[in-house]
Each structure stands twice: as C-alpha cells, then as structure tokens.
C-alpha cells in the first residue's frame, strides 16, 4: 500500500538557521520552497510581497530552495544566493535580484548578482570552487532533502504555520488559509476527513448507528414517518410525487450505481485490469461469491421467502474497501484492487438481478422510450461527443423513462457509466507545453493599456487542453464520487438500517436468518476463493505473487459483508415490515460476523514462504 505523501514541514522553522523575513515571533508563518529559475516562482514572488504587505508584523516569511531539477542554473543560483548571505549576512537582496530576473535566469545574470551583492571576490571564489561555497552548498542540499521530507515535490510549494498547503496561489486564498476563518477550518476538517482512506467506511456506519439509535428511541415514529412524506413535482393535474425513501432508493442511489459501473469500466479499460487474464481473476471470483450464497440462501430459506435469494450475492463497497485501507501496509495494493473490483461486479450484477427478478410488470411504452434513449447515448458516443453534459441530461431522461417501465430505474445508473466515453490517457506533457506557451504569450501582454486579462481566445484553448487532460468517464468519477460515497450511502443508510429491535422480531424467522447469514458468511468467501483457486489452476487467470492465497481468503471474508446492496434488495423482496426487519437483523449479524473474520486473517503479515496452495 503505498505511503500518504507527507503534510508536516521538516524540520520546523529554526531562528537560528531559516532565511526569515519580518519578526521570528510572528504568530503566522508563511514557508515558501521555491526556485530562482522558474516562472512560476516568479508569479507568486509578487503574491508574498502583498501578503507581507498585508499583514506586516503578524506574518513571518521564510524561504527554502528547492531548485528546477535538470536546470544547472537554477542550482547555481541558490548556491550562490547562499554562498552571498554567509559572506555578507544579506540575503534577500540577492533573493529579489533573483526572483525579478525570473526563468531568464543565466549564467550572466548569476555572475552578474553575485559581483554586485557580494563583491568580486564571491564571484571569482565561487568560480574556483572556494571552499567557503561548498558549505552552501550543502545548504541548498539540506534544503532540497527538507522538501522530500516535508511532501514539496516542485516549487513553489508552501506551508502554513507547519502544514502543507494545496489550495490555490492568489493573495486572497493564502490569506483565508493564514487567518484560518471558521469555514476555511471546517473546510479543511472536512478535506482531511475524506483523505483518510476508512472515512467512507466511518461515515456509512455513524449514519447506520444513527438509524438504529433513532429506531429504537421516542423520535421512532416520527424518524419512520418522516421516510414516508411525499415529494415531487405537480403540473396542472399531473403529478410526479413519490416518498422520501422511494427518491433514496430509486434517485439517489443512482448516484451510486453511476459511480460503481465508472469505477469498474476504468479499472477494466486503462487499470489494473485491462489486461484478458489480470481482469478475469475478480471477474470469476466474484461469479463464485454470487452463485454459491444465492445456491445456500435458497436450500435454507423456507419455501414462501426463497424468492429473497438475491440479497446475499452483494458486498459493501465502502465497508470492503475502508477494512482494507484501514489495514494498511498488510494488504498490498493488488488485492484491494481485486477485493474492489470483484464487489463492484457484484453490485452491477445485483441491480442486474432487481431489474429482471424483482420487477413485477412492465409498460411497453417506456420501456420503448428508455430503448431509444439508450440509442442515443450510444449515437453521441460514437460520433466523439465528449462534454460531459449532453449524457447528464440524456442519463436523466433514462432514469425517468426506465422508471416509469417498472424496472429499477438504479440500472440507468449503469448503462450511463457503461455508455460514456473513456479515452485513452491524453500526453501530458504535451498539453502542458502548450498550456505554458499559451500563458507565457499572455502574460507578454500584461501591462497593456485596455487591457486586463486572458483574452477569449486563450480561455477557450486553455478550457480545451483541460478538457482533453480527462475523458468524460474520468471526469464524471472524480467529481461524483465523493457525493457517493459522503452523501448518497449515508442518506440510504439512514433510511434502511433503522429497525427495532424487540424480543419477538425473530419469532418464527429463524429460517430467514440462518439462509441469509450462511449465504454472506460462508457462501461469499468459499465461493470467492474456490472460483479464484479454479481459474488459476486452469490457467485462464492469473494471481498476482504479491499476495498470498490466505490474504485472498481474507479479502472473500470481506465480501460478506452485504449491508447496502443487501438492505436495499431484501426491502424489495420483502415488502412486509416483520419479514424485513428480522432480514435486516440477519445481514446487520452477518456484515459484522464476515468483517471480523476478513480482520483477523488479513491482520497477520504474509510469510516469506507459504507452503500448499499453488498460485
């Protein structure tokens, strides 16, 4: 599992050895990694000054080297810049000489600096490799070393008051990040917390406890009426009206099953899994982990509830996913890559199974529309639209049609993310040259009498190198999974985990709960595993060596944890109230029984050598 790249500056800022500009007490400090020989150094050297400017006393500046790798000047130039304060005890003189001359920094100029603020003799001694240089520069290589340390990968980067900063360069934005106001604070609370690899995980299972909590509480009835009020639009005397829980389970989820056919589409298009054989492993294995508990499920079932066969064959994502991030360094990146996509298939194939197994009629007409409207996204596929929009408003004419046929209007969710464009990855470094000849042409015009910004042209190309940096697929991921996974699951969450517990909620439903418990608990990991161990053995799939055949037994243990994709088909299964709450009993039971058994395999770290199983 790869490291999170560090936030801390390292070290801190020393009085005794930092360049410091404005009082070393300052309550607010502005660290700055920078380069002399880099244009946007050269931008930002102006935002600081204005920052100083505003804030005077308060703000203490500091600045650390970090020069453009590859670029011998701008090496040279922190040297000297270093070698020249030793000498003189100035440095910020030769600094703003520096950062003024910006990316046309040369050897010339650096000679030129270093007569003028450090005397002939600087410039000749540096020139015949004076002794007194080699101390700056190991300053400037301390510097570069803090930067590794502290997470800067380029310059310019800042830090304030000790953390990294990511947001954007204006004056404006580093002030609001300096003076920290309550929203930039909850703003950056909230960035943190989504950060964190388990959060989605925490957060569904807060918005879970919540639900039971509220369940059982004197608010239960009105936490349980409030599911049930109406919602919808009303023309003349049509009206499109269904309940809250209706637009959770139909609407929004949507959301969710759009997010999880992007993430399988990416992972088996340009992922780890593009490959025939690479992506064939999760694809069987998660075959086996829906066959086998759906088989177990209805052998144990009685006969009037067999039809519930479907509400085993589903994983959690978010809770998979956040055990295994939660980990760490014990699960390597392959297998939380194979455990992701396998209970992604999973769902795709559980809202597969709701449209064709629990629908019970069908209107021609829509689903006719729906058809056509299919059509049309594959049309606008083809002829290479790729701005994002036109299959939003297509996506949302699907849902409605798809929704009026009696099928489960979740699946536009998945034919959307199937049908949206996803390119190849575009050449990067060739749209950021043309990026920078783009700006750099701009900015040779500033100071221009009437006139005071990008021109339209130069924010139309810029606007097509960003929109060719992502496809459509990848930019409709990055921006709708976060709202998945921090709004839709905990909202569903809390509309379908509620359930009051008493002490006859399982009178007579012992049948129901022992199918559905041996379907996650048993029937998920021995069907992951077998089917895994099959393919491998008949050469149709690989095994990555980099995790062990325990490992992958304790990832099929995770796959029995249900909860989301169970909940929602045992309350289309199960429409009575007592049935439904003794399934949601079980599936609570068996989420956390399957969690606790995926923990305690994944937790011991692989041996060098394990015997037995060939992989």
């Known amino acids: 599992m790869p490291q999170a790249r560090p936030t801390k500056l390292d070290p801190a800022v020393d009085v005794r050895r930092d360049h410091i500009l404005g009082d070393p007490e300052a309550e607010l400090t502005l660290v700055q990694y920078g380069s002399y020989a ?59 000489a520096f950062m003024e001359r910006g990316p046309t920094l040369n050897a010339a100029h650096i000679e030129e600096a270093a007569r003028s603020y450090g005397g002939r003799g600087i410039a000749e001694n540096y020139a015949a490799n004076d002794p007194h240089a080699e101390a700056a520069k190991a300053r400037v290589r301390e510097d570069i070393e803090s930067a590794k340390r502290s997470g800067a990968t380029e310059a310019p980067m800042f830090f304030i008051n ?115 054989r690479s992506g064939a492993l999760p694809v069987i294995a998660a075959f086996g982990g829906i066959i086998l508990p759906a088989v177990i499920y ?33 699960v390597p990146i392959e297998l939380r ?47 290479g639209i790729y701005r994002a929009l036109p299959y939003a408003l297509v996506g949302i004419i699907l849902w409605f049609f798809l929704h009026e046929s009696g099928l489960h209007a979740t699946l536009a969710g998945v034919i959307l993310a199937v049908l949206i464009p996803a390119r190849p990855p575009a050449n990067l470094k060739v749209l950021l040259a043309q990026a920078a000849t783009v700006i750099n042409r701009e900015d040779n015009h500033t100071g221009e009498a009437m006139r005071e910004g990008p021109s339209e042209p130069t924010l139309r190309t810029l606007d097509a190198i960003h929109a060719r940096i992502e496809s459509p697929a990848d930019r409709m991921l990055r921006t709708t999974e976060p709202w998945s996974s921090y709004l839709v699951l905990p909202i569903f969450a809390l509309a379908n985990a509620g359930v009051t517990w008493s002490s006859g909620v399982l009178d007579s439903q012992l049948r129901l709960v022992f199918a559905i418990a041996f379907g996650l608990i048993v029937g998920k990991p021995v069907g992951i595993v077998v089917a895994s161990w099959l393919a491998v053995r008949s050469g149709i799939a690989e095994k990555p060596d980099v995790y062990s055949w325990r490992q992958l037994c304790g990832a099929g243990a995770l796959g029995g944890i249900g909860f989301t994709m169970s909940l929602f088909i045992a309350g289309i299964a199960f429409p009575e109230q007592a049935t439904y709450a003794a399934a949601k009993i079980a599936i609570f039971i068996a989420s956390l029984v399957a969690g606790t058994l995926g923990v305690a395999i994944l937790l011991r770290r692989r041996a060098p050598v394990e015997p037995g199983w060939a992989s």
């Open 38 to 96: 880099d244009f946007r150094c050269r931008a930002v050297h102006t935002v600081v000054e204005g920052l100083r400017n505003r804030f005077g006393d308060r703000m203490r500046y500091v600045f650390r080297h970090l020069p453009v790798e590859g670029k011998k000047d701008a090496l040279r130039a922190a040297e000297v810049a270093e070698r020249v304060a030793a000498a003189t005890g100035t440095f910020w003189e030769i600094h703003e």
């Open 162 to 276: 000790g953390r990294r900063y990511t947001g954007t360069w204006d004056e404006s934005s580093l002030a609001d990040a300096m003076l920290a106001p309550l929203g930039h604070r909850i703003q950056a609370a909230a960035f943190k917390f989504v950060r964190w690899g388990p959060s989605s995980g925490v957060l569904l299972g807060l918005a879970t406890l919540l639900a039971i909590l509220l369940s059982n509480s004197p608010l239960a009835v009105a936490f349980a009426g409030l599911w049930e009020k109406p919602l919808g639009v009303l023309w003349d005397s049509q009206a499109f009206s269904h309940s809250l829980l209706h637009w959770v389970n139909h609407g929004l989820l949507s959301v969710f099953f759009f997010v999880v056919g992007l993430e399988i589409k990416r992972e088996f298009t340009v992922g780890h899994l593009a490959t025939f």
């Open 298 to 330: 209805a052998a144990i079932a009685p006969p009037n509830l067999r039809h519930g066969w479907g509400i085993p064959i589903g994983t959690d994502t978010a809770f998979a996913v956040a055990i295994i991030v939660f980990l760490g360094s014990r």
């Open 337 to 383: 890559v194979f455990l992701t996509a396998a209970v992604i298939i999973d769902d795709v194939v559980a809202i597969l199974v709701i449209a064709f197994f629990y629908t019970d009629s069908i209107n021609t007409a829509y689903l006719i529309a729906g058809a056509i409207t299919t059509i049309l996204l594959i049309v606008l596929n083809r002829m």
